[in-house]
C-alpha cells in the first residue's frame, strides 16, 4: 500500500502536478556572494556587509530564515524575528565574510532543517535565537583578531528564558 506521499511523489512524476513547485530553497545567506558583486574591483565578498544586506534588493536570489518560495524564486516567504534587544529584526543569518573570518565565510548562528517530506508538504525548521542581544560587533572584532591557524569561533551561546524560574535562577536572561 503506497503512503501518501509516495501517491504524491506519484501524481509529480506521472501526471505532471506540482508537488515540488514550492519548497525550502531560500538560502539562509545570500548577501556579499558572489552573484550579487556589483563592485568595480570584484570583491564579492566585501562589497557589502550583513548590516547594509537588511537594506539592499537582490537580483539573482534572495535569502532568509525558513524560506520558502515557488522553484523561481519569484514569490519568497520568510520569517522575521525580534528578541525583544537586539537593534534590528533578525531577516538572515550573520555570517562573516571572507575577509572578517578566520576560517572565510562562515554563519555563526544555529538553525536546523530537522524533517521535510521530498514534495515538501511537511517541514520542520529549528532556529536558535538567543535571548539577549546578539554580539554581531564582537563576533567580527573576535574573528579578525585571530590567525587562519586557530579554531574558528562557536556561534554564541543560547540561552532560553521560557519561565519566570527560570529568568529567576539565570543572571543571563537578564
Not at 16 to 28: A, F, I, M, Q, R
Not at 108 to 113: A, D, P, V
Request: aromatic residues 14%; charged residues 30%; glycine residues 6%.
Amino acid at each position: 500500500m503506497p503512503t501518501a506521499e509516495q501517491l504524491r511523489l506519484d501524481e509529480t512524476r506521472l501526471n505532471d502536478v506540482p508537488w515540488k513547485k514550492w519548497g525550502p530553497y531560500l538560502s539562509e545567506r545570500q548577501w556579499g556572494t558572489v552573484r550579487e558583486d556589483y563592485s568595480d574591483n570584484g570583491d564579492a565578498w566585501n562589497y557589502f556587509t550583513h548590516d547594509q544586506a537588511r537594506s539592499r534588493s537582490y537580483r539573482w536570489g534572495e535569502d532568509g530564515l525558513a524560506g520558502y518560495s515557488d522553484d523561481k524564486q519569484r514569490l519568497c516567504f520568510a520569517l522575521v524575528l525580534w528578541n525583544g534587544v537586539d537593534p534590528i529584526l533578525k531577516e538572515r543569518c550573520f555570517g562573516l565574510t571572507n575577509s572578517e573570518g578566520n576560517h572565510g565565510e562562515d554563519v555563526k548562528e544555529y538553525y536546523f532543517y530537522v524533517d521535510s517530506t521530498p514534495t515538501h508538504s511537511y517541514l520542520k525548521y529549528l532556529y536558535k535565537y538567543p535571548q539577549r542581544p546578539f554580539p554581531y560587533d564582537e563576533l567580527v572584532q573576535t574573528n579578525m583578531k585571530r590567525s587562519r591557524i586557530g579554531r574558528a569561533p562557536k556561534p554564541p551561546r543560547i540561552i532560553a528564558c521560557t519561565s519566570k524560574l527560570a529568568r529567576a535562577r539565570s543572571s543571563a536572561c537578564a
